[in-house]
């Protein structure tokens, strides 16, 4: 018998219909003898909708409200789950973040699971049945509902899992798995059958939407065996696993993209010891990630700095920048959100040279100019205009060998 949690996303519960898929594919689990644990997302397009809402009730809404409001889409999709799973004979109930309780920081909006109370769960697990929990949501240090952050119930799924001790969690979702590249754009994309926690990592942080940032951090920390499915083939995924287990290694395993970008460009800003810190860290407060920064050499003792804020944030990021504007003492400000960010993945490139060159020549072959670089051990990511995004992921999936073959 194993111990098993299974996630299920926003297209894999869009409608009765795929609710009911879910239902037999928690059955199947449970018939093999496993305690199953359910982690669901909301029906697709309706958090969506919930955040419009919020959008159109104020511009700069409250982010404890605004978490009071599009938590709501999970709480209907658990309940939904165990109604049809009690008439299939199965003992199920829904939970939502609270009653478990799943506890969280107070950053509304981008809150970082703390703990999860786990006992009563595995004794109802021990007992037969299948708690049906909602992703995305927790409760903060103050008592109000949180959630964390779009994608969130990857994290949840993760999180659950570890704190259960589960042998393994099943992301099911409306792809069969990791591909080097989003096959929607590059025909020619691989799926992957392994991929490591790293290179996991910087593909969901770079833009890769099959798994969310954190979920990824928090399998790499609890090593949880991670299988990314479909719902609706039974073929095999990809598993995301440590990098011994992978035999042949890629130089580049993946390209990966991002929308999800807005450029902020300082100019004239005062050169010396301590501005860096009156800039970003406004920013942090407010709690707006900073992700790419360029600064220009200093000439009469000012500079040019350039820095990307999630697109989601560029409205607070340039609020924040005007309050500090005295401060910090910068001559102008502009802003674009028509850029996007391109990445080439792969822990090959710790041993091999020339994979950044590579990507220059390819990108300048096709006349696409760069903004904005920057790099670490195994990735190399480039700020371009939005216009040349698909001409982009197909050059560089081209230039790096990974068309299908």
Known sequence: MARIVQKFGGTSVANMERIRNVARLVKKEVDAGN?????????????????????????????????????????????????????????????CGWQIPIHTDDAHGKARIVDIETDELLSRMAAGEVPVVAGFQGIGEDGRITTLGRGGSDTSAVALAAALGADRCDIYTDVDGVYTTDPRIVPKARKLPRVTYEEMLEMASLG??????????????????????????????????????????????????????????????????????????????????????????????????????????????????????????????????????????????????????????????RGINILVISTSEIKVSVLIEEEYTELALRALHTAYGLDAR
Not at 39 to 57: I, P
Not at 261 to 285: C, M, N, S
Not at 314 to 331: D, H, I, P, S
């Open 208 to 365: 890769a939407k099959v798994l969310q940032t954190r979920s990824v951090e928090m399998a790499m920390k609890y090593r949880v065996n991670l299988q990314v499915l479909s719902s609706f083939e039974d073929i095999p995924g990809t598993l995301v696993c440590d990098e011994e287990d992978i035999v042949e290694k890629e130089v580049v395993s993946g390209i990966a993209y991002s929308r999800d970008e807005a450029k902020v460009t300082l100019q004239g800003v005062k050169d010396h010891p301590g501005i860096a810190a009156a800039i970003f860290g406004p920013l942090a407060d407010s709690n707006i990630n900073v992700d790419m920064i360029v600064q220009n050499v200093s000439a009469e003792g000012h500079t040019d700095l350039t820095f990307t804020v999630p697109r989601t944030d560029l409205l607070r990021a340039l609020k924040v920048l005007e309050e500090v504007k005295k401060t910090v003492g910068f001559r102008d400000l502009s802003h674009s959100d028509t850029v996007v960010k391109i990445s080439v993945i792969g822990v090959g490139m710790r041993t091999h040279a020339g994979v950044a060159q590579k990507m220059f020549s390819a990108l300048a072959e």
């Open 35 to 95: 305690q199953v644990a359910v982690v669901l997302s909301a029906m697709s397009g309706v958090t969506n909708q919930l955040v419009a809402y919020c959008q159109e009730a104020a511009p700069l809404f409250d982010q404890g409200e605004y978490d009071a409001v599009v938590s709501t889409g999970e709480q209907v999709t658990v309940g939904l789950l165990s109604i049809i799973l009690q008439s299939m004979g199965i003992s199920a109930r829904s939970w």
